[in-house]
């Protein structure tokens, strides 16, 4: 299903400050339509996983509003905009004394849902992320930073939330296990029609998991495109990405 017109989540006139001397976001207005995979670009520090946070309200705006399905964060209960977020990062975040049922099955047992129900939630989630049944009895330690990953998305699958808020989840894995998540993902996201905000500094992730690329600098939103905008962009923040990513293909050949 391609992604509405409509606005899933909205930054209008948005910054974060640390104190009066520092901000981290400076006069961000931005729409996330629903189903579409938005990618926030940039290089470190310059102001992506704040952005991020701003939506599940591990931060809130210094200025400006952001608005969830049409309403302020602000005005959420808290608990209730969380459950209908979830949340994917780079660490993922897994309780090592816990096994891979109990880990994806966290939330779900949480909202009172019952043991066979929960196990039955597992099962689905491990299959979707292409794990099998067996994996629920195993603990983190003993996967594969892929297939962590897997667990982690599972998870963050599981109550179904609407929208999925994604940190370089691909960033610490190896090329051939990045690349093959990076296509299941996509697989994926046929399927769930997700709202997803994805953050990323590799413009080739960002081109290839894209319905549009938002670029950052500096705290400033600088450029929005398609992916196939992104690469006619003249832009000079844009151009750098270019260049440093057409480098980088050209020694690889």
Request: charged share 25%; proline share 5%.
């Amino acid at each position: 299903m391609p992604p509405t017109d409509d606005a899933v989540i909205e930054f209008r006139d948005v910054a974060y400050r640390v104190d009066q001397d520092r901000g981290l976001l400076h006069n961000l207005n931005l729409e996330v339509r629903g189903g579409e995979i938005l990618v926030l670009l940039g290089r470190s520090g310059s102001g992506k996983t704040t952005t991020l946070k701003l939506v599940n309200r591990l931060l809130d705006p210094s200025a400006g509003q952001v608005r969830i399905e049409g309403r302020p964060s602000t005005e959420w209960d808290l608990i209730r905009l969380r459950r209908r977020i979830g949340y994917v990062i780079q660490e993922v975040g897994l309780f090592p004394h816990f096994t891979v049922e109990r880990n994806v099955g966290l939330v779900c047992s949480i909202e009172g849902w019952s043991p066979e129900r929960i196990r039955a939630r597992v099962e689905e989630l491990l299959a979707l992320v292409g794990l099998d049944r067996q994996f629920a009895r195993r603990y983190p330690r003993e996967l594969s930073g892929g297939q962590r990953q897997r667990v982690g998305v599972a998870r963050a699958l599981a109550a179904d939330p609407p929208i999925l808020l994604m940190d370089e989840p691909f960033g610490a894995l190896d090329p051939v296990t990045r690349a093959e998540l990076q296509r299941e993902f996509l697989a994926l996201q046929q399927k769930l029609n997700k709202t997803i905000l994805f953050v990323t500094h590799d413009l080739r992730e960002a081109l290839l998991l894209g319905t549009r690329v938002a670029l950052f600098e500096a705290g400033r939103l600088v450029g929005l495109y398609t992916p196939a905008e992104f690469l006619r962009a003249t832009e000079p923040y844009a151009a750098a990405y270019l260049a440093a990513f057409r480098t980088e293909q050209t020694s690889r050949e």
